[in-house]
Structures are given as C-alpha cells and as structure tokens.
C-alpha cells in the first residue's frame, strides 16, 4: 500500500480587489454534468410528419451513385436528391439545405466513404453539425442510409459531434451569448447504440475542454481542490490531497522545486480513487494527469507567444480526470486511481533555478538543467508515489514537449512505454477511437543525452532534439520496471482549427482514447 500522508489546508493571501470577484467565482465552479440521455431511438425511417417536427435531419449516405437510390424513401426525395446532384460529391463531402414544410427544417448531407476510418467518421459529423451552428436547433434528426448504415459508429460519430456542438465553452462576459440547448437527438432506424458510453465519453471531452479553457485566476489550486471535494462527494469517490508539507515528508522535492516559486503554498498532489471492484488488492489503472495552472517557464522565462495560453497546460490532469469519473458514471468494473500534480511554474525570487540538483521521491537525484522542464518534474514525483501502491498499470497524460507537436502536428498525441508490445494495441486504441496516437522508440540508448557526471540523471538535454523521447526516458525512471507503464505527451490538446467533431481550439483530446485503451 502506498504510504499516508496527513494533509493540511492553508489559505490564499489577501488579493486585490479586481482580482477578488473572479477568485470568488472559482468557489461555484462546477463540471459539466452528464445529459440525461437525449437520444431517441425511433424504429423507423423519417417520415414527413417526423421531418416536419424536427428543427434539423442530418443524414449520411455513400459518396458516389448509390447517394441516389438511399435519399429515394426519404421525406422530399426529390428535393433531397435536387440538393445532392448539385454538384459532384465525394467522401467527407457535406451539403446543407432546406426542407420545404411549414418550419423549413434544416438538412444536411454527409457523404461517407466505405472504408471510413473513426476520425473521418467524426471529421464529417463535425463538419455536418458545423451547418447548424447559427440555427442552434433544439432538436435533430439523424439518420443514415444505403450501405453505410452497417456502421453503427456513423450514429455515435454524430451523436459525439452534437454533444461538442452545443457545449459552451467557459466564458465570462457581462452579455452571454445565446446558448445552443440541444434537447433531443433522434437516431431513426438506428441500430442497438451503447448510449451510455457514447454519452459518457462525449461528456469527458466536454469536461477537458471546460477544465482546460478556464483562466487561471479562476482555476486556480485552491479552486481545482475544492471542485475535487465536490465531484469526490457527488461520484462517491475517494479523495486525498497531499500539500506540500506532506510531499515535503514523501521527500517530493522534484515536484516541490517547481512550487517553490509560487506566491502561495497551495500546490499538492490529489490522490482520487474509484472502485468498480469490491476487495481488489490494488488499482487495475492509475491515472496520473500534468496539472501545471499556469507556466511561466520559470527562471528560464518564456517569450509573450509561448506563455500566451499557458493556462491550457493543466489539460494532462483533465484528461485524468475526466476518464476517472467516466469509469464511475458507467460503473466499470475496475479499480482505478487518479494522480493530479497540480501547481504553477512561475517567476519569483524562490523559484527553482538551473543546476540545482532535488532528489525526487523515488530517491533519484536530478540536475536540473530548463526550468521550462517542469512537467517532467512534478510528474517525476507522482509517478513514483502512484507507484507505491503497485497498481497493474499506468498510463500518464501531460502537454508535455514541443518536440512531439514538431513530429505530429496537433493532430496526433505520441505515445511511448516501457513495454514495446503494447506499441500496436496503442495506436489500434486511438485509431478505433478517433484520437489518434502514434508510438515512438524508448530504447535505453537514448540515456546517454540526459546523463549527468553530478546527479543520478539530467532533467532533461542542452539540446531540443528528440525531446519528447528524453522525457519519456527520464520519467521511466520513476516507474518500476514490473508495472507497465504508457505516457501520453497530449500534442493534439490544442488545435486552432480544432479537431475531428470538436469545433474549438481547445479540443478535449484524450479520454476518447483513454476510455477505449481502458474498456476495450
């Protein structure tokens, strides 16, 4: 068992008055919750009458001729066919229209390709539910037809794009803008859909999001605690949080080098455990999530661009998040334990500085050579206290180099382990589940680049090459080698764009990928 920690509580200094309202309004922040299944499973295809009492159809057919022949039995075929011969479509292809009845419900044609892949199946939802932005229809109709409809994956693809849809992003004006409330969705002549997974897991891409986009004077550690006591009440989980007194006695000094800079010691470590499982001898899963609230690279400062939305550098924890109350809502039958390191890396007289050498939990001494490099030391630490209770895995989330985005973009997140026959069942779990991720080499070799002549190890290299494969090589160290191990460096958390079926540039990436590694 790992070892108990007693946890105190200690009070934010006097803010400003400016600052003071918005603090104050951390203290009501709530997750999004879960819908109440919206759904409507309809065992028929759209008629008029049906078409008539829905704001918005959209429907998926086979790209190519086959369209025809599928909007054939459909309410206004030959509008609907008017609309598809338009112009030539191809796969991913969308169109959007006009029904003529009395409430002119909205249509949208989604072209789909045979070999369709689950993030091209979310890409076109996206894309489809993209038409019905300003309309903001309260209830949709989906359907799809011809060959395509053997997929039942097309349904959750739209069902997941409408939940990202309409969810709001946190925002803060004095004038809201006008919400988006979707209140059904009609899957007609729908097969069976596991709804309440599908649901689950488009709540915990919502919830990153929520999570991830809040300013950093709202989400701060006191406010990220107190939403922690909440959810661990309303979910029925087990919480501990271990401040930074406590880590100090769990010898936590890699982690608390980073806290050292801020002007409050309300950084610490939450432990929130979910069991699925009755007498279990420890965790099937520990989750272990990146909380940084805010990065300022430190003594090594970043320059205006690069610290611009580093709020956004949390997501990690999120991800872990999310994914724990997931498994709770669906009842999973596992036991598995979240790990949050939340803190901030800022600038200040205290902060930690190049070349220190801290000792880590695990006993490993460490030179630190970037302050920028705090993600690898606050999850240094908690991956070696989640160990101690030697669950049978664990899988880390983190924002953590800009070596993996220069490898993949924001489209992809890198995975690497310390078991290489986990590298295919890895990438299937992302391709089947729409948030891709590709393995890299985490070969021993590469210690070589973060070897230190005065510390067990460098906290990372002089040099950026491969950077996101050093990372992986120094966090191996404080993962025994008996407990399989996977990190996830979330290169896919932002994108301007957006990404697949959700809209925003902070998209939520991970839970998708964590429910199917995790489920399936």
């Known amino acids: 068992m790992p070892r108990q920690f007693t946890s105190h509580c200690v009070d934010l200094p006097a803010r400003t008055p400016k600052l003071t309202n918005l603090v104050k309004s ?36 086979p790209a190519g001729a086959a369209a025809t022949a599928a909007l054939r039995h459909l309410p206004e075929a030959a509008q609907l066919q008017s609309l598809h011969a338009r112009e030539p479509a191809t796969a991913g292809d969308c169109r959007a229209g006009a029904l003529g009845n009395r409430r002119h419900t909205a249509i949208v044609l989604g072209y789909a390709g045979a070999s369709a892949s689950a993030f091209e199946r979310l890409q076109l939802a996206g894309r489809m539910l993209a038409k019905l932005a300003e309309r903001r229809p309260a209830r949709i109709g989906l359907y799809v037809a011809g060959a395509v409809r053997a997929r039942p994956d097309w349904y959750a693809a739209l069902i997941s794009a409408a939940r990202a849809h309409a969810f709001a992003l946190p925002a803060f004006r004095s004038k809201p803008a006008p919400a988006w409330r979707l209140a059904e969705l009609c899957a007609f002549d729908a097969p069976a859909l596991p709804l309440a997974r599908i649901e689950a897991t488009a709540t915990a891409t919502n919830r990153i999001r929520w999570l991830t986009a809040l300013p950093p004077n709202v989400l701060d550690a006191p406010a990220y605690r107190r939403l922690l006591q909440r959810l661990a009440r309303s979910h029925r989980l087990q919480l501990r949080w271990y401040d930074e007194r406590a880590l100090e006695r769990a010898g ?12 409050a010691r309300t950084a610490g470590i939450a432990r929130l455990v979910y069991r699925g499982r009755r007498a279990a001898a ?102 070696a206290l989640a160990a101690r209770g030697k669950p049978r895995q664990i899988v880390d989330f983190a924002t953590l180099t800009g070596a993996a985005v220069y490898a993949l973009t924001e489209r992809y997140a890198a995975v690497l382990c310390n078991r290489p026959a986990l590298h295919e069942p890895l990438r299937a779990a992302g391709a089947s589940s729409g948030e891709r991720v590709w393995p890299f080499p985490c070969d021993a070799d590469f210690d070589s680049d973060i070897d230190s002549k005065v510390a067990d190890v460098k906290q990372c290299a002089v040099e950026g090459a491969g950077d996101h494969i050093l990372a992986a090589r120094f966090l191996g160290r404080f993962v025994p080698a008996g407990i399989p191990w996977v990190h996830v460096d979330l290169a896919a958390a932002t994108r301007r764009e957006g990404l697949a079926h959700v809209p925003t540039e902070v998209t939520g990436f991970g839970a998708r990928f964590a429910l199917q590694w995790l489920l399936s």
């Open 26 to 61: 951390a203290a009501a922040l709530e997750l999004p919750e879960r819908p109440e299944s919206g759904v409507r499973r309809i065992d028929h295809l759209p008629t008029v009458a049906d078409a008539t009492a829905l704001d918005a159809l959209l429907l998926i057919v």
């Open 252 to 263: 936590a000094g890699a982690f608390l080098a980073v806290a050292r800079g801020n002007g």
């Open 282 to 383: 420890r965790s099937d899963v520990a989750l272990v999530g990146k909380g940084i609230l805010f990065d300022t690279g430190g003594t090594n400062l970043k320059p205006h661009k690069s610290m611009l939305d580093m709020h956004t550098d949390m997501s990690g924890s999120a991800v872990a998040l999310a994914t724990l109350l997931a498994l709770a809502e669906l009842r999973a039958p596992l036991q598995a334990e979240a790990w949050l390191a939340i803190t901030e890396n800022n600038i200040g007289p205290h902060a930690y500085r190049p070349q220190e050498i801290v000792r880590a939990a695990n006993g490993t001494t460490i030179q630190v050579i970037h302050t920028d490099a705090e993600g690898r030391m606050v999850l240094a630490d908690t991956l």
